[in-house]
């Protein structure tokens, strides 16, 4: 299965780029994320629990970074194993660029693979949850990127005072 997508966000591609290298930021914004641990600065472990229609599953998984080029993307390597429900593995590529209306306009090429129960229930099903999944994603990534970035540009002031 193939997902692309493209999302602007309002924050800078640095700010962007932090973001989706920090831990605490992406157990926020993943949607049913339990917990999220960087193991070292490529090396992520994840556990989601995730619904595909009748199958509901906790994931314990690895997602590897590669080809890291701050702040214009990286590669990544993902895989996740759901016990009975069965597995999933996944690469994307990421990029950031600036929006022409300024912000930062994320764009994702990712191809996914599952199997076990999930891979039974058929690709149109896991294709729609995944989209919402990823929707959900970039609406609570954007207003924590948009409110971070405020708050960073107040601190200033702040100090100031």
């Known amino acids: 299965m193939e997902f692309t997508g493209s999302q602007t ?3 800078s591609r640095e700010h962007v780029w932090r973001g989706l290298n920090d831990a605490a930021v992406l157990q926020a914004c ?3 994320c339990e917990a999220f641990t960087a193991e070292s600065d490529d ?3 994840a556990v ?5 229609g009748p199958v509901k599953a906790r994931f314990k998984g690895t997602l590897l970074l590669s080809e890291r080029d701050a702040p214009n993307g990286y590669k990544i390597a993902g895989q996740g194993e759901g016990g ?3 597995f999933g593995k996944m690469t994307a590529t990421v990029t950031l660029a ?4 300024g912000g930062t306009l994320l764009t994702y090429v990712a191809e996914a693979q599952v199997g076990g129960k999930l891979a039974q229930i058929g690709s149109r099903l896991v294709t729609s949850v995944a989209n919402k999944l990823a929707a959900e994603f970039f609406k609570r990534f954007n207003t924590t ?3 971070s970035m405020s708050a960073d540009a107040e601190e200033p002031s702040a100090a100031a005072k």
């Open 145 to 147: 990127m948009s409110a």
């Open 30 to 32: 993943v949607p049913g």
């Open 43 to 45: 090396e992520f472990k």
């Open 9 to 11: 966000i309002a924050a």
């Open 48 to 52: 989601v629990v995730a619904s595909v």
């Open 98 to 101: 600036d929006a022409e209306e």
């Open 84 to 86: 009975i429900a069965g």
